[in-house]
C-alpha cells in the first residue's frame, strides 16, 4: 500500500496534501489525528470509495478498487436500532455475496458460504452470539462481528475505523489483542484509526499521524512523544512509563497551556 | 349489503365468498397487494422507512385526484407521482432515516394538493372516499390486471436486488465498501414501495395502505431473525389479514379496509405482547465488562 504526494479535497478545500505513505505487507499501522482531519477519509480513499485530488495511491499492486475480497473494512460505529431483528450471522454472511443480484440457491455455494462464515465468527470469538439479533449486541461483541464481517473473505489487507471507540478499558484490550493476533495469524496487514493509542501501543509497527491538511508517518517511538503529539492535537500531552516499561499516553490539564 | 350468512360450514361459505365476481376481483388484487406489500414491508421496516412509505401514500392520493382533473385514470397519476417523489427522495437522500421534517412537510403539501385537485374536479365524491378509504369491492378485471402486472414487476425486481437490498439496509457503509451501489439500491427499493403503494391504495386506500405495508412485516420481524423467513412470515400474515378482513366485511354491514387495518394492528400486538419474553432483553442483565470477558 502506498501513497505518492497524494492530496484530496472536499470542494476547493483541501482535506489533506503532499501525503507519502509506504505501508509493507503484514504490517500494523495505526493512525491518529484530531477529530475531522482526515482520517477517515484516508481509508475511503484505500477503499476506493473517494478519489485523490492529486497524487497517486495503490493497493496489493493496483490501484484502489471498491467490493474488492482482498480489503476487508470495519466502519466507524454508529449503534444499531436495538428492535432490528436480523441475525449477527447474516451481517457476516453479506460479506460474501451481499453485492450479488438474485436469491441465494441452496446448493454447494450456500454451504460454501456458511463454512466460511462459521469460520470468521470462530476466529474471532463470536460463535455463542451468532443467532442473536444485530441490534441486541453489546459494544465488544459488536465490534467482534465487524471483524468477522471483514474477515470472512479472507482479506490481505484490514481498514477499520475507530474500532476501540465506545469501548471499556477492557474491551478496548481485548480487542486490540484480537485483531493483533489474527492478523498476525494471517498475514494480514492492517491500518487502523484511533484516537487512543493506549491498548495498541503493544502491537503498534507504524504510525502515521493527520493534522492540519499533512500526514506523516513514522516508527511508534518517533511519533509517540510528548512533544510530537502535543503539537499534533495542538493541546499538551505527555507520554509516560508506567512500572513495567509500557508506554502510556496521558492529555495534561489546559491551565498551563496557550490554548484558547 | 349481499344476503350472505356465516354458517359453520366452511365450504358454503367459501362459495358464497367467491360466488359474486366482485367480491373474486377483490380476493385476488387484495391477495396480490398483500404478497407484495408483505415482502417489501419487511425492508420498509429494515429501513426505517415507515414515514416514507406514509409519504408515499399521500403523494400517490396527490397524483391520483390531479389525474382526475385532467382526466387521466386515476392509477397513472398515482403511479406516476409516486414512482417520481421515489426518484426524488432516494437522489436527495441515501436514506430517509431521521428526514422527518422534510417528509412530513412534503406529507402535509400534497395531501393538500389533492384536496385542491379533489374540489377543482367534482367536490367531494365517491372517487375521493375510494381513493382515500379504498374500494375493494368496486374493482374491474382491468383493476385487477393493473394490480396484478405492477406486483409482478415490482416482485421480481425485489428478488432481483434481494441481497445488495438487505446488505445496504442493515448497513448502508459496509455494503458500499463490499461494491454495493446505495443509492442506486435506495432509489430502485423506492420505486418497488411506490408500486406497493399504488396496489395498497387500491385495495385499502391511500390513507390507510400504510397498515399493510407495515403491520405484517413488523410482525414478522418480532418472530423471526431470518431475513427470508422474515418475508415469507410477513407475506403470509398479509395475506391472512387482508383476506380475513375481506370475509368479515361479506358477512357484517363493516368496511373492509376498518377489517383489515384491524386485523393487522391486532396481529401485530398480539405477537408483541407474546414476544416480549421471548427477545432477549433490551438491557442486559450482565455488565459489558463482564460480557466481553466470555472470549
Request: net charge neutral; proline share 4%.
Given at each position: 500500500m502506498h501513497l505518492d504526494d497524494a492530496g484530496v479535497a472536499y470542494g476547493h478545500r483541501f482535506v489533506w496534501r503532499h501525503a507519502d505513505l509506504e505501508v509493507a505487507r503484514g504490517e500494523f499501522v495505526v493512525v491518529l489525528g484530531p477529530n475531522g482531519a482526515g482520517k477517515t477519509t484516508l481509508l475511503r480513499v484505500l477503499l476506493g470509495l473517494h478519489p485523490l485530488t492529486e497524487g497517486a495511491v495503490g493497493v496489493l499492486g493496483g490501484a484502489p478498487r471498491r467490493g474488492r475480497h482482498q480489503v476487508g473494512y470495519v466502519?466507524?460505529?454508529?449503534?444499531?436500532?436495538?428492535?432490528?431483528?436480523?441475525?449477527?450471522?447474516?451481517?457476516?454472511?453479506?460479506?460474501?455475496?451481499?453485492?450479488?443480484?438474485?436469491l441465494p440457491l441452496p446448493g454447494g455455494a450456500t454451504r460454501r458460504k456458511a463454512a466460511l462464515v462459521?469460520?470468521?465468527?470462530?476466529?474471532?470469538g463470536a460463535s455463542a452470539y451468532a443467532d442473536r439479533p444485530v441490534g441486541r449486541l453489546s459494544g465488544g461483541e459488536e465490534q467482534r462481528l465487524l471483524l468477522a464481517h471483514a474477515l470472512v473473505t479472507q482479506p490481505r489487507i484490514l481498514l477499520l475505523d475507530e474500532p476501540l471507540a465506545s469501548l471499556d478499558i477492557r474491551s478496548q484490550g481485548v480487542i486490540s489483542a484480537l485483531i493483533a493476533r489474527v492478523a498476525r495469524e494471517r498475514?494480514?496487514?492492517?491500518?487502523?484509526?484511533?484516537?487512543?493509542?493506549?491498548?495498541?501501543?503493544?502491537?503498534?509497527?507504524?504510525?502515521?499521524?493527520?493534522?492540519?491538511?499533512?500526514?506523516?508517518?513514522?516508527?511508534?517511538?518517533?511519533?509517540?512523544?510528548?512533544?510530537?503529539?502535543?503539537?499534533?492535537?495542538?493541546?499538551?500531552?505527555?507520554?509516560?512509563?508506567?512500572?513495567?516499561?509500557?508506554i502510556v499516553v496521558v492529555g495534561l490539564d489546559d491551565r498551563d497551556s496557550h490554548h484558547d | 349489503m349481499?344476503?350472505?350468512?356465516?354458517?359453520?360450514?366452511?365450504?358454503?361459505?367459501?362459495?358464497?365468498?367467491?360466488?359474486?365476481?366482485?367480491?373474486?376481483?377483490?380476493?385476488?388484487?387484495?391477495?396480490?397487494?398483500?404478497?407484495l406489500c408483505g415482502a417489501v414491508g419487511v425492508f420498509v421496516v429494515l429501513r426505517g422507512l415507515s414515514f416514507g412509505a406514509d409519504t408515499l401514500t399521500h403523494v400517490g392520493f396527490a397524483g391520483a385526484s390531479g389525474a382526475v382533473?385532467?382526466?387521466?385514470?386515476?392509477?397513472?397519476?398515482?403511479?406516476?407521482?409516486?414512482?417520481?417523489?421515489?426518484?426524488?427522495?432516494?437522489?436527495?437522500?441515501?436514506?430517509?432515516?431521521?428526514r422527518d421534517v422534510v417528509?412530513?412537510?412534503?406529507?402535509?403539501?400534497?395531501?393538500?394538493?389533492?384536496?385542491?385537485?379533489?374540489?377543482?374536479?367534482?367536490?367531494?365524491s365517491n372517487e375521493t372516499y375510494a381513493l382515500l378509504f379504498g374500494a375493494i369491492l368496486a374493482l374491474s378485471t382491468r383493476d385487477v390486471v393493473v394490480v396484478a402486472v405492477?406486483?409482478?414487476?415490482?416482485?421480481?425486481?425485489?428478488?432481483?436486488?434481494?441481497?445488495?437490498?438487505?446488505?445496504?439496509?442493515?448497513?448502508?457503509?459496509?455494503?458500499?465498501?463490499?461494491g454495493?451501489?446505495?443509492?442506486?439500491?435506495?432509489?430502485?427499493?423506492?420505486?418497488?414501495?411506490?408500486?406497493?403503494?399504488?396496489?395498497?391504495?387500491?385495495?385499502?386506500?391511500?390513507?390507510?395502505?400504510?397498515?399493510?405495508?407495515?403491520?405484517?412485516?413488523?410482525?414478522?420481524?418480532?418472530?423471526?431473525?431470518?431475513?427470508?423467513?422474515?418475508?415469507?412470515?410477513?407475506?403470509?400474515?398479509?395475506?391472512?389479514?387482508?383476506?380475513?378482513g375481506l370475509a368479515l366485511a361479506f358477512w357484517l354491514p363493516y368496511p373492509a379496509s376498518f377489517f383489515i387495518t384491524s386485523l393487522s394492528t391486532l396481529g401485530y400486538l398480539g405477537v408483541r405482547l407474546l414476544t416480549s419474553g421471548v427477545m432477549p432483553a433490551r438491557r442486559r442483565p450482565v455488565p459489558r465488562l463482564a460480557a466481553s470477558a466470555e472470549g
Open positions: 466502519p466507524q460505529r454508529r449503534s444499531l436500532d436495538p428492535d432490528l431483528n436480523v441475525r449477527a450471522r447474516d451481517l457476516v454472511a453479506l460479506g460474501v455475496d451481499g453485492s450479488r443480484w438474485g462459521d469460520a470468521a465468527l470462530e476466529a474471532v498475514g494480514i496487514t492492517v491500518v487502523l484509526v484511533a484516537h487512543d493509542v493506549n491498548p495498541l501501543v503493544p502491537f503498534v509497527d507504524h504510525v502515521v499521524y493527520i493534522a492540519r491538511g499533512r500526514v506523516v508517518s513514522g516508527r511508534p517511538e518517533e511519533v509517540i512523544t510528548g512533544e510530537t503529539l502535543s503539537a499534533l492535537y495542538d493541546y499538551p500531552v505527555e507520554v509516560i512509563r508506567d512500572s513495567r516499561g509500557r | 349481499v344476503h350472505s350468512h356465516f354458517t359453520w360450514n366452511l365450504v358454503s361459505d367459501w362459495h358464497q365468498l367467491v360466488y359474486y365476481g366482485f367480491m373474486r376481483h377483490a380476493l385476488l388484487a387484495g391477495g396480490i397487494a398483500a404478497v382533473v385532467v382526466g387521466l385514470n386515476p392509477v397513472v397519476g398515482l403511479l406516476g407521482l409516486t414512482a417520481l417523489m421515489a426518484v426524488a427522495l432516494g437522489a436527495l437522500e441515501e436514506r430517509l432515516r431521521g417528509i412530513g412537510m412534503i406529507l402535509v403539501l400534497t395531501l393538500g394538493m389533492g384536496l385542491l385537485f379533489l374540489r377543482l374536479y367534482s367536490g367531494y405492477g406486483a409482478l414487476i415490482a416482485l421480481a425486481a425485489l428478488t432481483a436486488m434481494f441481497r445488495p437490498l438487505l446488505f445496504a439496509s442493515l448497513d448502508d457503509e459496509l455494503a458500499e465498501a463490499r454495493v451501489s446505495v443509492r442506486g439500491v435506495a432509489i430502485a427499493f423506492l420505486l418497488v414501495l411506490a408500486i406497493a403503494v399504488a396496489a395498497a391504495t387500491q385495495v385499502i386506500g391511500a390513507l390507510l395502505a400504510v397498515a399493510l405495508l407495515i403491520a405484517p412485516a413488523a410482525t414478522a420481524q418480532r418472530l423471526t431473525g431470518r431475513p427470508g423467513l422474515s418475508v415469507l412470515l410477513s407475506v403470509v400474515i398479509a395475506l391472512a389479514v387482508t383476506w380475513g
